[in-house]
């Protein structure tokens, strides 16, 4: 099925602003959408909610995109704004981790479960997994009950179901790329120093660097890596380095503030910022324009620096080591990657009990 096909049923169809957060599923949705529509980054699936319900008050019909890992985070919102006030909202979801398709580790639960969340929530469902000229009257039939009705409804993407597509990357030929950053950073971290490395292709690339069992890769949960280092530090004061993305930290921002409320002494948060959704297909996100460094450095983080090169890492780091005050470290990189990079040959589990036993 070609993405601009099903872009233009669902316009058809009279919807005509669309919200949401990416998934590599319909990544030639996104770019379509963001590209040639009206379409709002949403640096949270919860965020999109709230977007969706203010769209809905002024008279339309939004769809909201969403990987079913993230449909959690649309719970609140869900319950307390679009079905508490009868919004009429679409609900674009994709089905990673579908029982029987192999997927990352991550996606199992929520893949099984998926359909279980949906008579959960009452939420009307049809299975995108055919052609759009199969599909047209049954999304043609669901929209018209969203509107009739004032209901909340989704269409469920299985895994590859829209035709593949080229998608062209903004080249920045003066930045390092990530691993560049990576490779970097790494060798100036002293090796009993535990790391905390977020979801997707940091996790994949430090993992290809410099494999410790004193890293802990976040394998999902996407926006939680700096929490779960906070938390860890507070029980071992531990030096410690945590290497997040720009999606990551947007999508639970509030956790700059949390940590700089508590000023733990010896986390460097590294942010490695490609201005991207990288894993997912490259769409963007607000840090093009949202200058992270300076956002860290209003809610309170006390050594912030934005760089670029490979001396300015190291001279951050080497005065970090030296004084470990609560660091932000931020590193704009490329938004280009080998995706052929595998993933962690541990389960989650494995990797869990590996980093427990080592620290």
């Not at 996606?107 to 997994?129: A, P």
């Not at 977020?198 to 890596?225: A, L």
């Not at 910022?273 to 963007?284: F, I, K, M, R, V």
């Amino acid at each position: 099925m070609k993405a601009v096909d099903f872009v233009n049923i669902l316009k058809k169809n009279g919807i005509k602003d669309f919200t949401g957060v990416p998934c590599s599923t319909f990544k030639e949705v996104i770019h379509h959408l963001e590209n040639n529509e009206n379409y709002i980054i949403a640096s949270s699936e919860g965020e999109a909610m709230g977007i969706a319900g203010g769209i809905s008050l002024a008279g339309s019909i939004p769809a909201v995109f969403m990987q079913n890992d993230g449909f959690g985070n649309t719970v609140n919102p869900l319950t307390s704004l679009t079905k508490l006030y009868e919004f009429p909202t679409l609900l674009v979801i994709s089905w990673r981790g579908e029982p029987g398709v192999k997927d990352a580790p991550q996606h199992v639960w929520s893949g099984k479960t998926l359909l279980d969340l949906m008579k959960v929530f009452q939420i009307d469902y049809i299975i995108l997994e055919d052609s759009i000229g199969t599909e047209t009257m049954r999304i043609k039939e669901l929209v018209e009950k969203i509107r009739n009705k004032n209901k909340v409804c989704a269409i469920i993407c299985k895994k590859e179901i829209f035709d593949k597509e080229k998608i062209e990357q903004p080249q920045r030929d003066n930045l390092l790329s990530r691993m560049e950053a990576i490779e970097t950073t790494l060798s100036e971290i002293d090796d009993n120093i535990p790391i905390f490395s977020t979801t997707g292709m940091p996790s994949r690339e430090i993992y290809q660097v410099k494999d410790r069992k004193n890293n802990f890769y976040t394998v999902g949960s996407m926006g939680c890596t700096s929490s779960i280092a906070f938390g860890y530090h507070q029980k071992t004061k531990k030096k410690i380095v945590v290497f997040d993305g720009d999606g990551a930290i947007l999508l639970k921002m509030g956790t700059l503030a949390t940590l700089a409320f508590y000023q733990p002494e010896g986390i460097l948060h590294i942010c490695l910022d490609n201005e991207s959704y990288e894993s997912t297909g490259g769409q963007s996100t607000v840090s093009r324009k949202i200058n992270l460094s300076e956002v860290a450095k209003a809610a309170g983080y006390t050594n912030v620096q934005l760089v670029k090169t490979k001396d300015e890492i190291v001279d951050f780091i080497k005065k970090w080591k030296n004084s470990p005050m609560l660091s932000f470290l931020h590193i704009k990189v490329k938004n280009q990657t080998d995706h052929n990079i595998g993933r962690p040959k541990e389960t989650p589990a494995e990797l869990k009990k590996r980093f427990m036993e080592t620290n």
